[in-house]
C-alpha cells in the first residue's frame, strides 16, 4: 500500500547547525509530498511541498527535492534556530480522488541554543 | 474565520460516554477531513467528506465512530460509548479542492481524555 516512512526521532541540534529529516514513501503512482510542521501548542501547517519529479519546494529556509528515482523528498536547512523547535511531518497525497494526505509517523527535532 | 475551527479544545470524558467533537471548515472549502493523531500511531486518517456526503469513510476504526456534515459546513465528529484507547487529538482540515498538490489547512485540534 501508500506509505511514507520518516527517519525517528528526536533530533537534537545546536543552533546554527545543518538540518536533515530523511522521508522516503512508497506510492503505486506519482503523488504530491509535503512536509508539515506542528510547533509546541501549536496545529499542523503547511511547511512546504512539491507536486512532480525534481521539484524544489521551499519555504523559510527549509528545502526538499522531490526524487522519484530514489522515492524520497528530504527536508534540509542550513543553519537552524531554536523556533524551529517543533514536530516535522512528511505526507503525500494525490493518489486518490480525495486528496486525503497520508502522513509519516513524524520526527521531533529539539535545537539547543 | 480565517481558519479551521475545532472545538470543544479540550474534553475529558467518562469510559462508556458519548462525545461530539465539532469543526468549523474555512469557508468555502468543499472538501473536509478528520484525522487522529495519538502516541505511537502517528496521524490516521478517519473520513473525507465531499460536500455533505462522505465517499471515503475507510479510517474509521469502528461502529462507535460516525461523522455528519450539514450544508456543506459544519461538520460533527461523534464516538458512541468511548474507551481509553480513544485518547487521542482529533484533527480537522478542510482544502477548496482535491487536485493534486491541493494545501489542506488543519485546525489545532480537539484534546479527548478518556477516564
Known amino acids: 500500500g501508500n506509505s511514507v516512512t520518516q527517519m525517528e526521532g528526536p533530533v537534537t541540534l545546536s543552533e546554527e547547525a545543518f538540518l536533515t529529516i530523511n522521508c522516503t514513501y512508497t506510492?503505486?503512482?506519482?503523488?504530491?509530498l509535503f512536509w508539515y510542521v506542528q510547533y509546541p501548542g501549536e496545529g499542523l501547517q503547511l511547511l512546504l511541498k512539491?507536486?512532480?519529479?525534481?521539484d524544489k519546494g521551499s519555504n523559510k529556509g527549509f528545502e526538499a527535492t522531490y526524487r522519484k528515482e530514489t522515492t524520497s523528498f528530504h527536508l534540509e536547512k542550513g543553519s537552524v534556530q531554536v523556533s524551529d523547535s517543533a514536530v516535522y511531518f512528511c505526507?503525500?497525497?494525490?493518489?486518490?480522488?480525495?486528496?486525503?494526505?497520508?502522513f509519516g509517523q513524524g520526527t521531533t527535532l529539539q535545537v539547543k541554543p | 474565520g480565517a481558519g479551521v475551527s475545532q472545538s470543544p479544545s479540550n474534553k475529558v470524558t467518562e469510559k462508556g460516554k458519548d462525545v461530539e467533537l465539532r469543526c468549523d471548515p474555512i469557508?468555502?472549502?468543499?472538501?473536509l477531513y478528520w484525522y487522529r493523531q495519538s502516541l505511537g500511531q502517528g496521524l490516521e486518517f478517519l473520513i473525507y467528506?465531499?460536500?455533505?456526503?462522505?465517499?471515503?469513510k475507510s479510517g474509521l476504526p469502528s461502529d462507535r465512530f460516525s461523522a455528519e456534515r450539514t450544508g456543506g459546513s459544519v461538520s460533527t465528529l461523534t464516538i458512541q460509548r468511548t474507551q481509553q484507547e480513544d485518547s487521542a487529538v482529533y484533527l480537522c482540515?478542510?482544502?477548496?479542492?482535491?487536485?493534486?498538490?491541493?494545501?489542506?489547512?488543519f485546525g489545532e485540534g480537539s484534546w479527548l481524555t478518556v477516564v
Open positions: 482540515a478542510s482544502s477548496f479542492e482535491t487536485g493534486s498538490g491541493n494545501t489542506i489547512y
Open positions: 506510492a503505486t503512482g506519482y503523488p504530491s
Open positions: 512539491a507536486t512532480k519529479a525534481d
Open positions: 505526507a503525500l497525497s494525490g493518489l486518490s480522488n480525495t486528496g486525503k494526505l497520508i
Open positions: 469557508s468555502g472549502h468543499t472538501a
Open positions: 467528506f465531499q460536500g455533505n456526503s462522505a465517499p471515503d
